[in-house]
């Protein structure tokens, strides 16, 4: 029994415990859809104020938990089975998961207290930003330097570091220097908003490219000179680009304009995505049966997606229009689900691997993820584009009236997300039936 338990890698344990935050973001989700279609769902025992952040956070904590995870297990192949310092993954996984479920059930029990997007109580920053120090402090013992590095040492590194800097920035609400003067308050928590979101992409992105490294046998593009020069034109953009977060508050314009231009270089990478797609499709054809790659596959499409929207919301005149509608949660979840997770869902398929008798599964489910998120998708920024209409040019409406007419895509929306939490199922139960 003991020898079994000091054999436990952590790694693993991680993005299995990401797995789970994985389930109860759908959960939360199908929840907080009902109360969409059916308003009054479950009223008394789950407000939909409580049912957001369960949501939210449960898939901010599923991107964090299985993004460290992933991370700590090829720093570790990459040393050729070698960790130095062996037990910090468990010390980290214990403080980070006792501290992410904890914020769960401090939830349904009423306790909030911080902003949207991170709703805790302030005194759990305490111990995730011990957890997320040990790990850069993991890191870095690892890896020793950057020097002659591939990138996505360079991206590990980046998101690790500017993860934690951002992070306690958004929690400088907590000082009242802050706290009494909204316009800053909203500015730097919308800045570090958007830094966090590209904080732990370097995290991702990075995990990615090891991992098409890895598929294609030979690390030719990490070292590569686009490869770098997209890499600093990412960290520009986790640094500058969220000026379209703050277009509507009265801070200085300059702040805009730079956001403005910052976010018009993704063009760049939006127009390397079409230049590329017909390599991209080759390659795709030619790997598309091992299962991570599906997932790296689908990912890439999404950034495609997700990066057209993102561009559309930069334009100030149409991010007047978007604020606050269902737009935005398209461009979340598209941007969460589409990439994040598909990349993820490559990584643990990596990792843990799955039984050949599960193949079937995971096809099936596979495509209905995708298809089903397509749909998902599009109902919302349909919904988005009618409330924005019906802002606009019909402020006489009364709320009620304007959430009748948006229901069919609610509804729309529900089924669809159903139907994806189908296709997740299929797709998650066969990691944890796996023995590794
Ligand atoms: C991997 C799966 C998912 C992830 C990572 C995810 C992520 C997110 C995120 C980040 C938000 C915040 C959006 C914003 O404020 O802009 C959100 C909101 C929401 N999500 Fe999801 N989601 C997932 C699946 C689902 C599913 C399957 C459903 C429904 C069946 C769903 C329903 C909702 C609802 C109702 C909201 C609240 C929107 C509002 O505030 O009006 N989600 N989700």
């Given at each position: 029994m003991e020898q079994f338990r000091s054999n436990r890698d952590y790694t693993i344990i991680f993005i299995k415990a990401g797995l789970l935050f994985l389930l109860s973001t759908l959960l939360f989700g199908l929840l907080g859809a009902l109360e969409y279609v059916i308003p009054g769902f479950l009223k008394d025992v789950f407000t939909f104020e409580k049912i957001r952040p369960l949501h939210v956070s449960s898939a901010i904590f599923w991107i964090l938990t299985c993004a460290i995870g992933g991370v700590l297990f090829y720093v570790r192949e990459e040393h050729n089975g070698i960790f130095k310092l062996p037990n910090f993954p468990k010390i980290i996984f214990f403080i980070l998961a006792i501290t992410f479920s904890s914020i769960l059930v401090s939830y349904i029990f009423g306790i909030f207290g911080g902003r949207e997007y991170w709703e805790f109580d302030p005194i759990f920053t305490i111990p995730i930003s011990i957890g997320w120090g040990l790990f850069i402090y993991a890191f870095i013992t690892n890896m020793k330097?950057?020097?002659?590095?591939?990138?996505y040492i360079w991206m590990w590194f980046t998101g690790a570091v500017f993860f934690l800097f951002t992070y306690l920035e958004s929690n400088s609400w907590i000082l009242p220097q802050i706290r009494n003067n909204l316009v800053k308050d909203m500015t730097i928590q919308w800045k570090s908003y958007g830094s966090l979101v590209g904080a732990w992409n370097q995290l991702i992105y990075g995990t990615s490219i090891y991992l098409m490294d890895k598929i294609a046998g030979d690390k030719k593009y990490s070292f590569s000179k686009i490869a770098f020069a997209l890499y600093f034109l990412g960290v520009f953009n986790l640094m500058f680009n969220w000026g379209h977060h703050v277009y509507l508050l009265p801070t200085h314009a300059y702040v805009k304009h730079i956001g403005y231009l910052v976010s018009m270089t993704e063009l760049v990478l939006f127009g390397r995505i079409i230049y590329l797609w017909r390599s991209s499709l080759s390659t795709a054809k030619r790997n598309f049966h091992i299962v991570p790659f599906k997932f790296l596959f689908a990912a890439d499409v999404w950034v495609f997606l997700t990066l057209a929207l993102a561009i559309l919301m930069s334009i100030p005149v149409l991010n007047l229009y978007m604020h606050g509608t269902h737009i935005i949660v398209g461009h979340t979840m598209g941007a969460t689900i589409g990439i994040n997770t598909m990349l993820l869902l490559a990584f643990a398929y990596d990792i843990i691997g799955f039984r050949k008798n599960d193949s079937k599964k995971i096809y099936y489910g596979y495509w209905t993820i995708n298809l089903s998120l397509i749909i998902f998708w599009i109902s919302l920024i349909v919904a988005g584009v009618m409330k924005a209409y019906y802002q606009f040019n019909m402020p006489e409406m009364s709320y009620g009236v304007m959430i009748n007419q948006l229901w069919p895509w609610f509804l729309l929306f529900l089924t669809s997300g159903i139907c994806m939490i189908i296709g997740f199922v299929l797709v998650i139960f066969p990691l944890f039936k796996n023995k590794n």
């Open positions: 330097t950057l020097k002659n590095q591939p990138v």
